[in-house]
């Protein structure tokens, strides 16, 4: 049997990295004119919708990215869906977001660790 060879990910950052920064980048830049009309005159509470859309809009694209990439991970090398990897004694890398492809023999990291420091 082979040994089990650990690789990043080099695709990660372009499959998950990128679309974050553009989400947390463009929403303060639409929210925060969306929150000055909704402080604006008159007052109403249908102003809000605008920045309330906006929110909803960037949990969404959070979720939708998240499911997308690490709940739906595909290998880089052949393609194949895998779930993440379970099987680690040592603590700190079992928070790491980490998946084996039992076909290439490869196990991938992402450098992505799940929880709070």
Request: aromatic residues 14%.
């Amino acid at each position: 049997m082979n040994k089990l060879s650990e690789k990043q990910d080099p695709t990660f950052g372009e499959r998950f990295v990128v679309p974050l920064v553009i989400i947390f980048v463009t929403a303060p830049f639409l929210g925060f004119p969306a929150a000055m009309y909704w402080y604006g005159e008159p007052k109403n509470y249908w102003r809000a919708t605008p920045f309330l859309t906006i929110l909803v809009g960037m949990v969404f694209g959070l979720a939708l990215l998240h499911h997308r990439v690490l709940r739906r991970y595909r290998c880089p090398q052949c393609g194949r869906r895998l779930p993440q990897y379970s099987g680690e004694s040592d603590p700190e890398k079992a928070r790491e977001y980490r998946f084996l492809c039992e076909a290439c023999n490869v196990l991938w990291t992402t450098g992505l660790k799940s929880g709070a420091d």
